[in-house]
């Protein structure tokens, strides 16, 4: 890598770890680089820096204000006391 491109690479490191606090920890979206290109990967490299720096807290907080995710949309199906796999090979249980 030459020199003008390692300038290059610690200017978006560093846009990374200030966007962190900036955004409060809330990464959705806030790359903006290519997929996979240098860019992308140092942005990703600077962000991350900082929330290990942070040890999450910012992200912890902002899931804490987040809702509550919704109720599932079918019930949780309760647990037969009839086994169907005995049923299904002809066993027929017996009574305790």
């Known amino acids: ?4 491109l390692e300038q290059d690479d610690s200017l978006v490191v560093k846009q990374g770890r ?3 606090y900036r955004f409060k920890g809330d990464y959705l979206g806030r790359n903006t680089y290519p997929s996979g290109s240098d860019e992308f990967n140092a942005y990703e490299r ?3 820096q900082s929330h290990k720096r942070d040890g999450g807290r910012l992200m912890a907080l902002n899931q804490s204000v987040m809702p509550a995710p919704a109720p599932p949309v079918n019930p949780p199906q309760t647990q ?3 086994n169907e796999y005995a049923l299904a090979k002809g066993r027929v249980p ?3």
């Open 1 to 4: 890598m030459n020199k003008s």
């Open 18 to 20: 200030v966007d962190y």
């Open 46 to 48: 600077g962000w991350f």
């Open 80 to 82: 037969s006391s009839v």
């Open 94 to 96: 017996q009574k305790l």
